[in-house]
C-alpha cells in the first residue's frame, strides 16, 4: 500500500474508533478541520511509526508542521525511513 | 533514639516459641531450640552498642545475625541482596555503620568496615549478656533511583501489626519475598511471634521446587505481591498448593488477582495488606474486594488515615520515625503524618488505589496513573498482567503503550490482532479516552524485579 493509502486508511480507522466524523479527505484540508483532534493525531504519528517504521516529527531537527493533509502526506513521503 | 530497655528483644520473643522454625531451600533449619545456646556471630562482644551493616548472602545467615544483634548492637542495618556495592557504599555512610556481618571475611562490600563471620554452625561460646539496648533497625525504601533513602525502625514498630500467637495450631508460612525486605520482614517476625514454621525462597531455586517445598512442609499461610501471585498462578503447578492463608502486599491488589486467587484457592482467606517501609502497615483488606473501605479514613485511633492532594497519610506507632543520614528529607509532617505517595481515588464509601504520584504520565497535559491502565487491561478475562509506560510523541507529549501477558491457556490459539481489538474495545468501555493505550503489544513475560514488583521505569 502506498503510504498516502496507508495514511488515509488509518486516518479513517482512528476516527471509527475514536468516535469522529471526518471532512472528506482531500489534499486541501486543513488538518484543523479535519474533525481529528490531538490525541487522535498523536495516535495516528504513533500508528504510522509502527507501519512505516519512521516519525519525520523527530526524525530531524528542523520539522515543519503540516496544516493541510497534503503537506502531512508529503512530509512522510519524504522523510527516509 | 528513645533509650528506655526494650520490652523484648527477638531472641526473647523466639525462646519462648520453642515450635519456630526456618527452612531454606538447601535443607539448612534454624529452630528455637539452638537458641540462646548456641551463638553464630564470631566475635559477638564486639558489636555491643555499634552500629552493623547485616551483609550476609543468605536469608538463614542474617535471619541468625538480625536475632543475635537485635537488643545487642546500637543500629541493625539491613539491605536487600541485590544492592550494589555503589548502593552499599552510599548505606554504609549514610547508617554510619561501624561493623559488617556476614559468611565470609573476604566479602567486599564497596566501603570498608570490620568484618565479622557468622558460621553455620554455631558455637558454645559463652554468651556475653550486655545491657539490653532498643535497637534501631534501619531499612532502605523501596525506590530505585537515586541514593538509597534509610529510614528507622524499632522492633516494636515493626511487630506493630502482628497479633499474638493464636491457640490454634502454627500455620506453616512460605513467602516469596526476601526477608530482608519490610515485606518479608514482617512475614518472618509474624513467623517468630507465631512460633511457626517459615519456609524461605530463594532466587536460585525454581518455583516448582519452591512449589514442592511448600507441598512438603504443608505450607498453609502464603504471602507475596501481586506479581509475586500472577508468576505462580502461570505455573501449572499452583494448583497442587491449597493455602488456608493468602496475602498480597507490596502492590495495588487489583479485582482481577484477587479474583483469580479465589478461583484458585477457594478455600482460602485472600488479605491484601497496604504497607510500605516507610508508612509501616497501615491496614489489611479481608472483604476480598480490591480498594479498601473508606470508612477507614480520618477515624482517630491507633491508625489514621487521611487523604491529601489525593495522596495517602498515615500516622501510626507503625511507621518509620525518620529518615537516617539525610538531614534533608523529613519522613512526617509536624503532626506526625507519613505522605506515602500512594494515590487515592475515592468512589462512595470505597477507596482505590490509583498508583504512584511518581509514576504518573502526561497525556498532553492529562495526569494517567500507569496501574489504572493495568487495573482495567487485567480485568479482561484473557489477560493475565499487563505493564502500561509512556511512550514519547511530538503531538501531546506522551501517549499509552502497553505490552501485555496473556493467560496461558490463551496464549498461542487466538488471532492477536483480533484480540487487541477487543482488548482495546474493553479500555475504550471503561476509560476516558486519553487514558486508553494507543499502541498494545503482547509479551511472553514481564520483568519483575528482586522486590517482586513490576518493573518500571520511573519506578
Known amino acids: 500500500m502506498s503510504i498516502r493509502l496507508t495514511i488515509i486508511s488509518q486516518i479513517e480507522n482512528i476516527a471509527a474508533e475514536q468516535s469522529k466524523k471526518i ?27 509502527d507501519i512505516l517504521g519512521t516519525d519525520p516529527f523527530t526524525a530531524s531537527d528542523e520539522v515543519y508542521f503540516p496544516t493541510t493533509l497534503g503537506e502531512f502526506v508529503e512530509l512522510y513521503e519524504h522523510c527516509p525511513a | ?29 534454624l529452630g528455637s ?3 540462646g545456646s548456641l551463638t553464630y556471630v564470631g566475635g559477638l562482644s564486639r558489636l555491643a552498642g555499634k552500629s552493623v551493616l547485616i551483609g550476609a548472602k543468605s536469608q538463614l545467615a542474617a535471619a541468625r545475625a538480625m536475632i543475635e544483634l537485635d537488643g545487642f548492637a546500637a543500629r541493625l542495618v539491613i539491605c536487600p541482596p541485590d544492592f550494589s556495592p555503589e548502593r552499599l557504599a552510599s548505606v554504609i555512610e549514610q547508617a554510619r555503620v561501624d561493623a559488617i556481618v556476614c559468611e565470609d571475611s573476604r566479602m567486599v562490600f564497596g566501603s570498608a568496615r570490620p568484618l565479622f563471620v557468622i558460621e553455620s554452625a554455631g558455637t558454645r561460646e559463652e554468651r556475653i549478656e550486655s545491657p539490653r539496648l532498643r535497637t534501631q533497625w534501619l531499612l532502605p525504601t523501596s525506590g530505585t533511583t537515586g541514593p538509597p533513602k534509610l529510614v528507622a525502625h524499632s522492633l516494636n514498630s515493626l511487630l506493630g501489626a502482628i497479633k499474638g500467637a493464636s491457640n490454634g495450631p502454627s500455620p506453616v508460612w512460605t513467602t516469596f519475598y526476601d526477608i530482608r525486605r519490610y515485606g518479608g520482614l514482617q512475614i518472618f517476625l509474624r513467623a517468630c511471634v507465631a512460633g511457626a514454621t517459615l519456609a524461605l525462597s530463594d532466587a536460585e531455586e525454581s518455583l516448582d521446587g519452591h512449589i514442592a517445598r511448600c507441598l512438603r512442609l504443608g505450607v498453609t499461610h502464603i504471602s507475596g505481591t501481586p506479581s509475586h501471585w500472577r508468576r ?17 502486599s507490596g502492590e495495588i491488589a487489583d479485582r482481577a488477582i484477587l479474583s483469580a486467587l479465589r ?17 509501616g502497615v497501615g491496614f489489611e483488606v479481608t472483604d ?5 473501605p473508606a470508612s477507614l479514613l480520618d477515624v ?40 506515602t505517595g500512594d494515590m487515592l481515588e475515592r468512589i462512595g464509601e470505597r477507596c482505590f488505589f490509583k498508583g504512584r504520584r511518581t509514576g504518573v504520565i502526561n497525556v498532553g497535559g492529562l495526569k ?46 487466538e488471532d492477536e490482532d483480533a484480540l487487541k481489538h477487543d482488548i482495546l474495545e474493553f479500555c475504550r468501555a471503561r476509560l476516558p479516552r486519553h487514558m486508553v493505550p494507543v499502541t498494545m503489544r503482547f509479551v511472553p513475560a514481564l520483568d519483575v524485579l528482586a522486590s517482586g514488583k513490576l518493573a518500571r521505569r520511573h519506578a
Not at chain 1, 471532512?23 to 500508528?47: M, N, T
Not at chain 2, 533514639?1 to 533449619?29: D, H, K, Q, W, Y
Open chain 1, 23 to 49: 471532512a472528506p479527505l482531500d489534499d486541501s484540508l486543513l488538518l484543523s478541520q479535519s474533525g481529528l483532534d490531538s490525541l487522535c493525531f498523536a495516535i495516528l504519528v504513533a500508528r504510522l511509526e
Open chain 2, 1 to 29: 533514639m528513645n533509650t528506655a530497655p526494650p520490652e523484648t528483644t527477638l531472641e526473647g520473643l523466639i525462646r519462648s516459641r520453642p515450635r519456630f522454625r526456618l527452612e531454606t531451600c538447601s535443607g539448612a533449619v
Open chain 2, 33 to 35: 531450640e539452638v537458641l
Open chain 2, 232 to 248: 505462580l498462578l502461570m505455573n501449572p503447578n499452583h494448583v497442587l498448593l491449597e493455602p488456608e492463608y493468602v496475602r498480597l
Open chain 2, 263 to 279: 478461583e484458585a484457592y477457594p478455600k482460602a482467606r485472600v488479605v491484601h495488606a497496604y504497607a510500605s517501609t516507610e508508612g
Open chain 2, 288 to 292: 476480598g474486594m480490591e480498594g479498601f
Open chain 2, 300 to 339: 482517630e485511633g491507633e491508625i489514621e488515615l487521611r487523604l491529601r492532594d489525593g495522596s495517602l497519610h498515615i500516622r501510626s506507632p507503625r511507621t518509620a520515625t525518620s529518615y537516617v543520614g539525610r538531614d534533608d528529607l523529613q519522613l512526617r509532617d509536624k503532626e506526625g503524618f507519613v505522605d
Open chain 2, 368 to 413: 494517567v496513573h500507569p496501574e489504572e491502565v493495568e487495573q482495567v487491561i487485567n480485568a479482561y478475562e484473557k489477560v493475565r498482567m499487563s505493564r502500561v509506560g509512556a511512550r514519547r510523541n511530538p503531538i501531546i507529549g506522551d501517549i499509552i503503550a502497553a505490552e501485555i501477558v496473556l493467560r496461558e491457556e490463551t496464549a498461542t490459539t
